[in-house]
């Protein structure tokens, strides 16, 4: 026996189900959390899952890895936007500094690991990947071909359009991903030598995001008796099963972590940022589009913008400053007078009914002291992350309850969770 580290990771697992509602239902989770430490994990600004496992993988935040999202300006145009992948990582993880110390590590599907990068062990790419066929995501390069042999086919990286009504289709793809996943942490444990291992397993979060409204009473959608009420409750329980199969690979000489990134909530709706900005004057159309299309392929008259946002599960509003962006009509001496007024405005905005409901509006400085790449000038968390963002421009609503992405059900919550037991583990709830 030597000394080992395993983390178990599950992207979005909310701690009010893990732990408040069914932990007796999750016999190994249990298990690890009767005899280790565990609770709520707070998670980064923003919740999300780029970059929130390298945050966790590094010891970095947001702003020191200048990631902000999947999605990150790469210079200050108007379309200069770059998804950011393992490339756009420049810090070591965890498994790079171990690495160098000759010790050997597996990972699998963390996020932010395609492409892959080469490492004293195997690494297998995660749902960045576009391409399984085309692309290589393994290193080395030749585990591809022995994943593919393992489980019979094709290795799927991500859930096909999850954002649907489709639910059966995205419940089935769901279940044979996480399958497959397991199957080969499974086959990576017994075949490495490893010291270190760490995976990450989406499916939790697109089970949530498609079905969160049939699980949630206080969700505008949700209807008793319905025929996926209990689909989460099942795939929680399914993926404990699966949990349990690992655990014969992790002795008393293993510290053993189950950790998610971020949590979930019912999403209440959305809020067309351009719009409300077009509306108030900070954004102007050369011409209306004719239904509602992306701020990116909305015709925009620059000379008369002063702001545009960026959907998602939060919003990244940028400011057209003069000397910054090519078209730029803000006056750097006004730029703090802009911020603080659309701060104002748009945490008083409200419901249809102009009901409050909670928006919190940051400056980068107030959430990360330092600010690497191109950040955000205001970040907004609308409904306190129970309203996404809308990134679209046109039709003549603020609010609305159809996502610009396809039908979703949850948004992130700020609080995942955490397990740790093994040596060094200290018993008890954190």
């Known amino acids: ?42 998670s980064i600004d923003p919740p999300i899952t780029v970059p929130a496992w390298s945050c966790m993988f590094s010891s970095r935040d947001p702003g020191q890895l200048g990631i902000y999202g999947f999605r990150n300006r790469k210079d200050y145009s108007y379309d200069g936007l770059a998804f950011a992948n393992a490339d756009s990582v420049t810090v070591e993880r965890v498994w790079d500094i171990l690495s160098g110390f ?40 030749e585990l591809k071909t022995e994943i593919s042999t393992l489980i019979g086919g094709d290795y799927i990286v991500d859930v096909k359009n999850f954002r649907s009504d489709d639910r059966d289709r995205i419940l089935d793809e769901i279940y044979e991903m996480t399958d497959q996943r397991f199957d080969v942490a499974d086959h990576l ?30 969700h505008s959608k949700y209807e008793p008796g319905n025929e996926y009420e209990g689909v989460i409750r099942e795939y929680y329980v399914h993926v404990d099963e699966q949990i349990g199969r690992l655990m014969r690979h992790f002795d008393e000489q293993t510290t053993v972590f189950i950790v998610s990134d971020h949590g ?37 008259d620059w000379s008369r913008t002063q702001a545009w946002g960026e959907g998602g599960y939060y919003c990244r509003l940028f400011l057209n400053v003069k000397g910054r962006e090519p078209e730029g ?73 159809e996502n610009d992405t396809g039908p979703d059900d949850a948004n992130h919550s700020p609080e995942g969770v955490f397990v740790m037991a093994g040596p060094g583990a200290q018993p008890g709830k954190l």
């Not at 080992?4 to 959390?33: E, H, T, Y």
């Not at 990972?107 to 892959?116: A, D, K």
């Not at 979930?264 to 719009?275: H, L, P, Y």
């Open 1 to 42: 026996m030597k000394p080992r580290v395993a983390v178990i990771g599950l992207d979005c697992a909310a701690p009010q189900l893990m732990f408040d509602a069914w932990l007796d239902d999750l016999p190994n989770i249990k298990s690890l959390v009767e005899r280790g430490a565990w609770g709520r994990l707070k």
């Open 189 to 218: 444990l017994s075949t490495r030598d490893w010291d270190f291992f760490a995976m990450v397993e989406i499916g939790m979060d697109r089970i949530h995001h498609a079905f969160w409204s049939f699980l949630d009473p206080t």
């Open 329 to 401: 009509v803000i006056e750097p001496e006004v730029y703090e007078r802009v911020r603080d007024e659309l701060k104002e405005k748009l945490e008083a905005l409200g419901d249809p009914e102009g009901n409050p409901i909670g928006t919190k509006v940051f400056r980068p400085e107030e959430l990360w002291p330092e600010r690497n790449g191109i950040v955000p000038d205001l970040i907004i968390y609308w409904g306190n992350l129970y309203w996404r963002s809308v990134g679209t421009v046109g039709g003549g609503k603020v609010h609305t309850y």
């Open 102 to 141: 000759g010790k050997h590590v597996t990972v699998l599907s963390v996020p932010q690991t395609y492409p892959p990068h080469p490492v004293r062990g195997e690494l297998v790419g995660c749902f960045l990947t576009p391409d399984t066929h085309v692309n290589e995501f393994t290193y080395p390069p």
């Open 264 to 300: 979930a909530q019912k999403m209440d709706g959305g809020i067309c940022v351009n719009e409300w900005l077009l509306q108030n004057g900070y954004l102007a159309l050369e011409e209306p589009p004719e239904s509602p299309v992306p701020i990116g392929k909305a015709r925009v």
